[in-house]
């Protein structure tokens, strides 16, 4: 009888621990692959919105940039309008962050 009760009690504990360790995320990891219709830099420099048109679905996704050498790829025009993206990012809300932001061609 004991080794049952202990047997229970550690498959309880167990159990609850496990459920205790998962987490819910509270944002939504996407990824994309779509061509730049728009850029635009904020007045501070420390961020950008890239409006993108998605190859698969032709829908426009509006993604805010904030890493600084995405940043400098767009001030030094080496990502343009025009130029195919391949970005991971971030829902969160009405608001999509970028977490990679690459041509995909290479840069």
Do not use: H, P, Q, W
Not at 10 to 27: D, N, P, Q, R
Not at 65 to 86: A, H, Q
């Amino acid at each position: 009888m004991r080794k049952i009760f202990s047997f229970f009690l550690i498959l309880a504990l167990m159990i609850f621990s496990s459920l205790a360790v998962v987490t819910t995320a509270s944002a939504e990891e996407l990824k994309m692959t779509g061509v730049i219709s728009k850029i635009e830099l904020a007045t501070d420099g420390k961020s950008a919105t890239a409006v993108l048109k998605d190859s698969k679905t032709e829908a426009s996704v509006t993604i805010t940039v904030t890493d600084e050498l995405t940043l400098d790829k767009f001030k030094d025009k080496r990502i343009v309008e025009g130029d195919e993206i391949r970005t991971k990012y971030e829902k969160s809300g009405d608001t999509n962050t970028s977490k990679m932001f690459k041509k995909t061609a290479g840069c």
